[in-house]
């Protein structure tokens, strides 16, 4: 992948500081620390309910951390939620496809909301079918798609918008 002129070389992918995330009396994580470099690949292996998908929430804003601090291309995940959100794509361990509309209404949906211009939109869903090995299912409903089809979706979908991190949970 091609540098990006607009980031800086330095700057971290992502920066977790102290993230800590209860919920009662519960402490899903645990003063956790890291950092992954850009360019680099990162996973976080654990056991069932060790709270590896309570950290990606936090670092994708769905969840917000309850001590600590996380950045994701220098963007507070709490301050900067938008800009972060921008700058990631997301492959959640549960389907996010709306099985009830066929591939390309997912892929139309995913570029609305990720500001893809109009006049891009056609091809980035053209790229993206392509990509995932899809042309052909395109204009077929989702539910009719077998799992291997719906996790390629899903991943051509994270990548549409050209994002600078991607997370898979559960891959």
Partial sequence: MAADPNMAADISAIEAIGLRRQYG?????????FEVRQ???????GPNGAG???LLHMLTTVSVPTDGAARVLDH????????VRRSLGMVFQDS???????????LEIHAVLYGIPRSDRAEAIRHALEWASLEEAGDRLVRTFSGGMKRRLELARALMHRPRVLFLDEP
């Fill in 96 to 106: 996010a496809l709306d099985e009830r509309m066929t591939a390309r209404e997912n």
């Fill in 39 to 45: 360019g680099e690949f990162f996973a976080v292996l």
């Fill in 52 to 54: 590896k998908t309570t």
């Fill in 76 to 83: 507070d995940v709490v301050k900067d939620m938008v800009a």
């Fill in 25 to 33: 009396d519960v402490v899903a994580v645990d003063s956790i620390s």
